[in-house]
């Protein structure tokens, strides 16, 4: 029998996950298209909610389901206002995150596109306006 390795064991797991995260939100903090969409003045429960999620979506520890519940994330997006520009500026910065995090330590490309497709389909999965 072949085991199957998840992806986040593939890209070292929970590390991957909070370097990328923090990578993405630090270019949340001065984006004056992003940062807006945040209500809360700290960023770091979004962060953690973030990590947590992409942790688990890609095959780690269920803590999110644990925490939150299921994602429900069209819903739990609804009330900001995510149009194309939000989205497009979401996805560049997410992008140049993993971009940042893989030149630091390489995961495997087959690992690195899955993941940059899930964040394409995404990004546009979370847009609520025009």
């Not at 890209?11 to 990328?20: C, R, S």
């Not at 990590?51 to 994602?71: I, M, S």
């Not at 940059?116 to 609520?128: C, K, P, S, V, W």
Request: charged fraction near 30%.
């Amino acid at each position: 029998m072949i085991e199957q390795t998840s992806h986040y064991d593939r890209v070292d797991g929970m590390p991957f996950f909070e370097a990328l995260v923090a990578g993405f939100y630090r270019r949340v903090a001065t984006d004056d298209v992003l940062r807006p969409l945040y209500p809360e003045r700290d960023l770091a429960p979004a962060q953690r909610r973030l990590t947590l999620f992409l942790a688990q979506y890609w095959g780690g520890p269920r803590t999110y389901d644990q925490e939150r519940g299921h994602p429900r994330l069209r819903m739990r997006h609804v009330p900001f206002a995510i149009d194309a520009v939000a989205r497009d500026r979401w996805l560049l910065h997410m992008r140049a995150a993993l971009a940042e995090r893989t030149a630091e330590v390489p995961i495997p490309a087959d690992a690195a596109a899955d993941l940059d497709r899930y964040l394409e389909m995404a990004a546009e999965a979370m847009r609520n306006r025009g």
